[in-house]
């Protein structure tokens, strides 16, 4: 895999941090391409039982879309009389935000710094958000003559509000990280020296969780956003059956009623 994404597994955790801090973790193609097929391999590899989504350096967690690299695209696009510098959306970043909703395993974002445009899409895709008190948040798309993309007209009004979400894409703004564990955007906030530590220690306790209920929480908080209470109801029957055949299960079960911590197996 190309350096500009690092990926390692280790004891049931995938770690795949984005690493061109002195680029501010802007996703050129190379980037895009790296991130999506890491992201893939960590779903496909039933080794890894949970995925924490980060970058390298203090300044920037990701700020969407290279810009500097953008422009050269947009003038080749002008003088070709092609479009293609826009399928970057259904090459890259769709692909990048599926790979995240859909992985069968938690997703932990351990947002270090800014997070802007497809960079904030990635952490919102995420299942759980770790925010340094130093990161921050930006719409960033309308500031460039751009639509939402990467999920945010998804996932943003879902977690503050179709309010409050037309506000900050309208208007894009710095929203600090205070405010944005206020608004419910991150899950916690922590001292900035302390970031990947915290991040990394709320991975490791997902990693060695139940993985068939979290995948099949992770599939039921999807299905039950777009379909009503009767059929969210179905859905839960079938996912309820498959936790309650896990080996998990079981071992949750006798390990409650011996009052042991459970030692699961993600199986
Ligand atoms: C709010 C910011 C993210 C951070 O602000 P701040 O901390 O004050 O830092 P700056 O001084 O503005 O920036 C530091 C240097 O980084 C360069 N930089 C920042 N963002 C980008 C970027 N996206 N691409 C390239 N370079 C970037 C900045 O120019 C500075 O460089 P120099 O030191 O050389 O001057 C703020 O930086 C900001 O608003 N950035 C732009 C965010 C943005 O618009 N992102 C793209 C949104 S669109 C997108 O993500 C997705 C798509 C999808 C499909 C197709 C096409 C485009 O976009």
Request: charged share 20%; with cysteine.
């Amino acid at each position: 895999m190309a350096d500009s994404v690092l990926y390692e597994v280790t004891d049931g955790l995938a770690t795949v941090t984005i690493n061109r801090p002195d680029a501010m973790n802007a996703m050129n193609t190379e980037t895009k391409v790296a991130l999506r097929d890491a992201l893939r391999a960590a779903g496909a590899d039933t080794a890894v039982r949970a995925v924490l989504l980060t970058a390298a350096g203090t300044r920037a967690f990701c700020v969407g879309q290279d810009l500097k690299e953008h422009v050269g695209n947009l003038a080749a696009d002008r003088e070709s009389g092609s479009k293609l510098t826009m399928s970057t959306v259904s090459e890259h970043y769709n692909p990048i935000v599926r790979a995240l909703t859909e992985m069968p395993k938690p997703v932990v974002a351990g947002v270090n710094g800014v997070a802007a445009g497809a960079g904030f899409g990635f952490a919102l895709a995420a299942d759980f958000r770790v925010v340094a008190d130093t990161a921050s948040f930006n719409t960033s798309f309308a500031g460039v003559a751009l639509t939402a993309d990467s999920g945010v007209s998804w996932t943003l009004p879902r977690l503050i509000g179709a309010s409050r979400a037309s506000d900050l894409l309208l208007f894009p703004r710095s929203v600090k990280a205070q405010e944005a564990y206020d608004l419910g955007i991150a899950n916690r906030l922590v001292p900035a020296e302390s970031l990947h530590a915290e991040a990394e220690a709320v991975a490791r306790a997902l990693a060695a969780g139940p993985t068939v209920a979290y995948a099949a929480l992770k599939e039921s908080l999807a299905y039950g956003a777009s379909h009503s209470l009767s059929e969210a109801l179905e859905r839960e029957d079938v996912l309820q059956t498959r936790a309650g055949a896990s080996e998990d299960h079981s071992i949750a079960v006798q390990a409650f009623l011996s009052k042991q911590p459970p030692r699961y197996l993600g199986r």
